[in-house]
């Protein structure tokens, strides 16, 4: 399946603002976010704390929509999602 | 009307559209960019996202308020000490809701729509820490 990753801030300036992942059904978020840490130690570094789960700082999106909570690194992804990947932000 | 855009606004304009019979207050709010030893920032957005985020800002202020217009312009890309970041104008039919309406909206918009500041300083450049709530929620 392809998930298309979006990537802002600082992770844009780490991974490029738009990657394509062709990933088996039934990857989870971290999976993917793992996928593309395997190529990026900043990306890794950015994302992840030490205990190797999605740093609590970083906001992920699915299709636009804020994925939070305990459960956020299983949650699945489906072909032609957009997962989102930003830091806390700074509008206004 | 909801947008991100490069371009400045124009305060008067929308502040004389957001007028009508009814209308006894307006409440405008402009985010400028101020000098913190800055030689100017990059705005950078999730574009669609951030636009409708603003548009339920905006729905979710009618519904708490007696409000009778809101608009938002949020700007994006390269901007200089002084330049205008942010416009909302409230329109109401007394200025306490028009205060507190446009309140809610600019600490809504703090909170919550994927917008960042990137700042460059003479040698170095920083990310601009946000005020959205860290953790798992």
Redesign the interface.
């Known amino acids: 399946m392809i998930v298309r990753i979006?990537a802002?801030?600082?992770f844009?300036e780490i991974i490029g603002s738009e990657n394509t992942l062709d990933l088996d059904e039934g990857t989870p978020v971290l999976g993917a976010l793992k996928n593309l840490s395997a190529g990026s130690k900043d990306f890794r570094d950015a994302c992840f704390d030490r205990e190797g789960t999605i740093a609590?700082?970083v906001?992920l999106?699915i299709n636009?929509k804020r994925i939070?909570?305990?459960d956020?690194e299983s949650m699945v992804l489906h072909d032609g999602d957009e997962l989102?990947i930003?830091?806390?932000?700074?509008?206004? | 009307m909801i947008r991100l855009q490069q371009d400045d606004f124009n305060v008067t304009t929308l502040v004389e559209a957001a007028k009508s019979r009814e209308t006894g207050a307006i409440v405008t709010f402009i985010?400028i960019v101020r000098d913190d030893g800055i030689e100017c920032m990059e705005?950078?957005?999730?574009h669609?996202?951030?636009e409708?985020e603003l548009a339920v800002i905006r729905d979710e202020a009618m519904k708490e308020f007696p409000l009778h217009s809101v608009d938002i312009i949020?700007r994006t890309g390269p901007l200089r000490v002084g330049d205008n970041?942010?416009l909302i104008v409230v329109s109401a039919g007394h200025r306490k809701e028009a205060f507190l309406g446009c309140e809610y909206i600019?600490d809504r918009?703090?909170?919550?729509?994927?917008?960042?500041?990137?700042e460059y300083l003479k040698d170095s450049s920083r990310?601009?820490?946000?005020?959205?709530r860290?953790?798992?929620?």
């Open positions: 979006k802002f801030a600082r844009r609590s700082h906001v999106m636009g939070s909570g305990r956020r989102a930003f830091p806390p932000v700074a509008g206004g | 985010g705005l950078e957005a999730y669609e996202v951030a409708r949020h970041i942010v600019i918009l703090k909170q919550t729509v994927p917008i960042w500041k990137k990310w601009v820490g946000g005020e959205e860290h953790g798992h929620s």
